[in-house]
C-alpha cells in the first residue's frame, strides 16, 4: 500500500538546468496537487489536476510547468531552474477536490 | 490579510501537558477544517477533519471549530514525545480547494 510516492528525494540542480519530479499514486484519486513548502511561507500550490486530462494553476505557478499523464501519474517540470526554486516539493492527492489529501514524503530540491 | 494564519511557534511542553493549537481564518462561508501532522522531514498526514462548529474527538486530539470567531483549535491531551512534529490547520475554500496555515512546530520533552 504505497499511496504516493515520489521520486526523486533529494536533487542539486546548476540553475538553468531543466528537471521532471514524478509522482504517482496508487488509491485511484481523482485530483493531484504540487506544493512547495518554505520556512514561514507554509504549503504553497504551484499547479492541480482535478480530475485526469484537466490542470489548473495555484497560487505560485511560475517556473513550472505540470503534466496529467494518467490517473494516477501527476509529474512536476522545472524548465529552467532557479535559486529562488530550491524548496521541498510535495505532491498530494485527494478521492476528490476538497477531501482531505494524502501526501507524499517530499522531494528536496537545490538550486546553486 | 491572509486567508489562514498560525502562529509558527515553536511551541515547547513538557510530556503530559495539554497543548493548544489554534488557526483564525478570514471568511465566515468556510465551512470544512482540517488538520495535518507533519513530523520532520516527512509529509503532511491528516489528522483530524471536521464540518461543523464544535468539538470533534479522536483518542487523545480534540478538534474544535468556533465559526463566530472564526477561530479553530486542536487540542491534545496527554501529549507524549511522539507528538513532537508541525501541526498544520487546513480550510477548504468555497472552490474546493485546500488553504494551509503556516504550521506550528510543538516539541513535547520527555
Known amino acids: 500500500n504505497a499511496g504516493v510516492t515520489q521520486t526523486p528525494k533529494f536533487q542539486v540542480l546548476k540553475t538553468g538546468q531543466s528537471m521532471t519530479l514524478q509522482c504517482a499514486q496508487d488509491?485511484?484519486?481523482?485530483?493531484m496537487y504540487w506544493y512547495r513548502q518554505d520556512p514561514g511561507m507554509g504549503l504553497r500550490l504551484i499547479y492541480y489536476?482535478?480530475?485526469?486530462?484537466?490542470?489548473d494553476k495555484g497560487e505560485v505557478p511560475n517556473g513550472y510547468n505540470v503534466s496529467r499523464l494518467n490517473k494516477r501519474e501527476f509529474s512536476l517540470r522545472l524548465e529552467s531552474a532557479a535559486p529562488s526554486q530550491t524548496s521541498v516539493y510535495f505532491c498530494?492527492?485527494?478521492?476528490?477536490?476538497?477531501?482531505?489529501?494524502?501526501f507524499g514524503s517530499g522531494t528536496r530540491l537545490t538550486v546553486v | 490579510q491572509k486567508e489562514v494564519e498560525q502562529d509558527p511557534g515553536p511551541l515547547s511542553v513538557p510530556e503530559g501537558a495539554i497543548v493548544s493549537l489554534n488557526c483564525t481564518y478570514s471568511n465566515s462561508a468556510f465551512q470544512y477544517f482540517m488538520w495535518y501532522r507533519q513530523y520532520s522531514r516527512k509529509g503532511p498526514e491528516l489528522l483530524m477533519y471536521t464540518y461543523s462548529s464544535g468539538n470533534k474527538e479522536d483518542g487523545r486530539f480534540t478538534a474544535q471549530v468556533d465559526k463566530s470567531s472564526k477561530y479553530i483549535s486542536l487540542f491534545i491531551r496527554d501529549s507524549q514525545p511522539s507528538d513532537s512534529a508541525t501541526y498544520l490547520c487546513?480550510?477548504?475554500?468555497?472552490?474546493?480547494?485546500?488553504?494551509f496555515g503556516q504550521g506550528t512546530t510543538l516539541q513535547v520533552k520527555p
Open positions: 487546513a480550510i477548504r475554500i468555497n472552490t474546493g480547494k485546500l488553504i
Open positions: 488509491m485511484n484519486h481523482n485530483s
Open positions: 489536476s482535478a480530475s485526469e486530462g484537466t490542470t
Open positions: 498530494a492527492s485527494s478521492a476528490n477536490r476538497g477531501d482531505g489529501y494524502t
